[in-house]
């Protein structure tokens, strides 16, 4: 939820996939990171969830709290049409939240949710930047809520 820098992510989509061994390196080096992750990691990881749960309630859900410095937010209710949108307008209002879509398989069949999904960082922020950051994603999302 900090504010992304333009250009960011384009840089990330450019630069060359990894070869097994970069990858698995890079996947070893983030296990390590995770296990040496400490206690400011935990309590940022409980305000997202604490703020998470106080202002969206039922209206997300989220996957894979107990690991790594990311949380994945299904926003139930928002098509998933509506996600790079949600991803744009979140950015218009300084917003640093990124789009799960290009995570996953896109060959028919494939299966995930029929809702937009958020990668949601937190351990660089503030717990007060968490909870900002959340009234402001709730605020958002009042505007794409189906029918």
Known sequence: MGRASRGTLGRWQ????????????RVHHGLLRQRRRGPAADTHRHALLAALSANLGDAVTV???DAGLHVVAWMNGIPRAAELD???Q???IGLGIYPI???????????????AGLILGYAALS?????????????????????
């Open 14 to 25: 450019r630069q060359t996939p990894l070869s097994a061994g970069r990858a698995a390196r």
């Open 63 to 65: 996957v894979g709290a």
């Open 86 to 88: 949600l991803i744009q």
């Open 90 to 92: 979140a950015a218009s």
């Open 101 to 115: 879509s290009p995570l996953y398989d896109r060959t028919e069949g494939a299966s995930r949710p029929d809702c």
């Open 127 to 147: 717990v007060a930047s968490i909870e900002k950051g959340i009234g402001l994603l709730t605020e958002l999302t009042r505007s794409y809520k189906q029918d």
